[in-house]
């Protein structure tokens, strides 16, 4: 799940300014400013931030980016029932 190695390494501070980069580099590559994405929120594994100390911050920021972008949308992913 993209955001996991973020979470992981305690980058959340500069995880929006990366998506932003990443939608503004597709709208250049393409062409094309009206992109729909959906962007899939990292599960609820983490949610007690010992193990990955930011997970909790980029859920927060993947689910205001989505909903910021007109075009944008987030959901849910799950924890398996294996981890």
Known sequence: MQ?????KDSQ???YEESLKGI???LQAD???D????VCGRLS????DNKKCPHWTMIRDIQQ???ESYPL???????TSMME
């Open 12 to 14: 959340g501070e500069g």
């Open 72 to 78: 944008g949308a987030w959901i849910n992913t799950m």
């Open 30 to 32: 393409l062409q094309f």
């Open 44 to 47: 609820d594994f983490g949610m």
């Open 34 to 37: 009206e992109i729909n994405f």
């Open 64 to 66: 205001s980016f989505a």
């Open 3 to 7: 955001g996991e190695r973020d979470a």
């Open 23 to 25: 939608l503004a580099q």
